[in-house]
């Protein structure tokens, strides 16, 4: 299925949540909080100015990015969890 989010909005692939803490514990799933991280699947053209001009997205498809823990909606395509967020919630990319 393609998808092809509208204005700055990204749908974003959540990435597995480490099995161990730092510590070397293992965390069982029911104690596991949803991770932050994930790999951006699709961008949207990007907002619009008061001018109508488009500001482009900063993001892309494949980049690794942090967003804000309670951001977006999730939504199952092709049985695989997505979220659908803001570029706002988007707190940075890692490299």
């Known amino acids: 299925m393609k ?3 509208i ?3 990204v ?9 161990k803490s730092a ?6 799933d029911t104690a596991k909080e949803k991770p932050q991280k994930g790999e951006i699947v699709a961008v949207g053209p990007g907002s ?9 997205m900063e993001v892309k498809r494949g980049d690794v990015v942090l967003f804000s823990k309670y951001a977006g909606t999730e939504v199952k395509f092709d049985d695989i969890d997505h979220l659908i967020i803001k570029e706002d919630d988007i707190l940075c990319i890692l490299e």
């Open 3 to 5: 998808i092809h989010p």
């Open 23 to 28: 510590g070397g514990i293992i965390i069982p």
């Open 11 to 19: 749908v974003v692939k959540r990435l597995e949540a480490e099995a």
């Open 7 to 9: 204005h700055d909005r």
């Open 48 to 56: 619009r100015n008061k001018n109508g001009d488009l500001l482009p």
